[in-house]
């Protein structure tokens, strides 16, 4: 059974720090994207980062480079991404996908049900 879990969001104030982290089951395949959306209140779903699982290939987007880092630890099954300099407009529902490729978020064929990221003073 495919199964994709996240944890690791909670509350930060404007400038801190968190690791999420996504525990990844059930794929068979050997070459496949693991990536991190999220989605605020009233906007679109946002790509964030991506990583190949196979040979460590990342993506940003450009608001989160420099600022994020994605990371893989394939023997335990564990994709993290590590948020620094954190502000308010990261604030979001963050989801951990599955895919094929680094596409949009119809490419991605699951998805976990999310955590809570909230950026406040």
């Known amino acids: 059974q495919v199964q994709l879990v996240e944890s690791g969001g909670g509350l930060v104030q404007p400038g801190g720090s968190l690791r999420l982290s996504c525990a990844e089951s059930g794929f068979t395949l050997d070459y496949y994207v693991i990536g991190w959306f999220r989605q605020a209140p009233g906007k679109e779903r946002e790509r964030v980062s991506c990583i190949n699982k196979s040979d460590g290939t990342t993506y940003y987007a450009d608001s989160m480079r420099g600022r994020f880092t994605i990371s893989r630890d394939n023997a335990k099954g564990m994709v993290y991404l590590q948020m620094n300099s954190l502000k308010p407009e990261d604030t979001a529902v963050y989801y951990c996908?599955?895919?094929?490729?680094?596409?949009?978020?119809?490419?991605?064929?699951?998805w976990g049900q999310g955590t809570q990221v909230i950026v406040s003073s």
């Open positions: 996908v599955w895919g094929h490729y680094c596409g949009d978020s119809e490419d991605f064929a699951s």
